[in-house]
């Protein structure tokens, strides 16, 4: 299973910016989320989708303006972020664990398959 990143760039504070994550493989039957980390910091969740897409969850920092969504007809799983702040600066990677159902997962070590990540950089 491969996972590819894109979406990141530069944008001024207030604006928007979209990252998707292709997922390779036979199926989509995943759970996925998206977590972020700076240099010397923890890797930080994000947001979380269920398999079945029906379940999500946020960080408190993104709730209201961040929205994970998935395709499975594409095979992708998206980030829509808005309203974004300077704090929200950093690398941003998706993840992806196997299992179909309505469970999401809020950490690292619940993901079995990670992406490479995509810089967000939100300027002042």
């Known amino acids: 299973v491969q996972l590819q990143a894109s979406g990141g760039g530069l944008v001024q504070a207030g604006g928007s910016l979209r990252l998707s994550c292709a997922v390779s493989?036979?199926?989509?039957?995943?759970?996925l989320g998206w977590f972020r980390q700076n240099p010397g910091k923890q890797r930080e969740f994000v947001a979380a989708i269920s398999g079945t897409g029906g379940n999500t969850a946020y960080a408190a920092s993104v709730k209201g303006r961040f929205t994970i969504s998935k395709d499975s007809a594409k095979k992708t799983v998206s980030l829509q972020m808005t309203s974004l702040k300077p704090e929200d600066t950093a690398v941003y990677s998706c993840?992806?664990?196997?299992?179909?159902?309505?469970?999401?997962?809020?950490?690292?070590?619940?993901?079995?398959?990670w992406g490479q990540g995509t810089q967000v950089t939100v300027s002042s």
């Open positions: 993840a992806a664990r196997l299992g179909y159902g309505g469970a999401y997962f809020g950490t690292e070590y619940q993901y079995d398959y």
């Open positions: 493989g036979r199926t989509f039957n995943y759970a």
